[in-house]
């Protein structure tokens, strides 16, 4: 089956910083995407993105299929920010969707 | 609704008990997906609905879960019998269709002493 693995698994930055989280998967997709669990446990959607690059806000997600992998930017980070991150590939479906073990995420003020 | 809403938001139940999670999904969102997530780790695919049809059931963990959604909205997941294994967050999800964006409810943290 597809692997999927997230780096780094855990990063600490001041608030004001920006991040890079990368998403890498071993074989093609088609359905992509990246998911913020804030620390109450809420997972929201933040990017459908099996290819091509996204902007919501200070976050943006670039998808390179061909290469197997997606990046995840969080610029100005907010303590908000904080929680951790999940990319979920798949072939054509929700169905069955594989998850990475995610990035934890700490803003500090 | 507004978004994917799941009750009860805690259960605290003895082992041995009968215990059903709802959830109600995004109004007109054909497909419906169960998971499970332990302390620290991703979900977990439990079971798959488009509509009322159950087409996937096979990260059930056992016979003691059931999964239903006889109208083709809201959903219950059962679990007979609880065992302190059970202890998990479950998330019910919904999306419009089986592959486009998911939309996920707060979860049922489901405790089991």
């Known amino acids: 089956g597809i692997q999927v693995e997230q780096s780094p698994p855990d990063l600490i930055l001041q608030e004001g910083a920006n991040s890079t989280l990368r998403c890498n998967f071993s074989?093609?997709?088609?359905?992509l995407q990246w998911f913020h669990q804030n620390p109450w446990g809420q997972l929201i959607n933040l990017f459908y993105?099996?290819?091509?690059?996204k902007q919501n806000g200070r976050l943006s997600a670039t998808t390179v299929a061909t290469e197997r992998y997606s990046l995840l930017y969080i610029s100005s980070s907010q303590t908000t920010d904080s929680g951790v991150y999940f990319c979920?590939?798949?072939?054509?479906?929700?169905?069955?969707?594989?998850w990475g073990a995610g990035t934890k995420l700490i803003i500090k003020p | 609704g507004a978004g994917v809403s799941q009750s009860p938001r805690y259960k605290v139940a003895k082992r041995g008990q009968d215990v059903a999670l709802r959830c109600d999904p995004i109004?007109?969102?054909?497909?419906l997906f169960w998971y499970q997530q332990a302390l620290g780790q991703g979900p977990e695919f439990l079971t798959y609905?488009?509509?009322?049809?159950?087409?996937?059931k096979s990260g059930l963990p056992s016979d003691r879960f059931f999964a239903e959604r006889p109208e083709g909205s809201v959903s219950t997941l059962k679990i007979q019998r609880t065992q302190q294994e059970d202890s998990a967050v479950y998330l019910c999800?919904?999306?419009?269709?089986?592959?486009?964006?998911?939309?996920f409810g707060s979860g049922t943290q489901l405790s089991v002493l």
């Open positions: 979920a590939v798949g072939r054509d479906s929700n169905y069955q969707l594989i």
């Open positions: 074989d093609s997709v088609n359905n």
């Open positions: 993105i099996p290819s091509g690059t």
């Open positions: 109004s007109g969102h054909v497909s």
């Open positions: 609905f488009q509509n009322e049809a159950q087409l996937d």
């Open positions: 999800a919904s999306s419009p269709l089986t592959n486009e964006k998911l939309f």
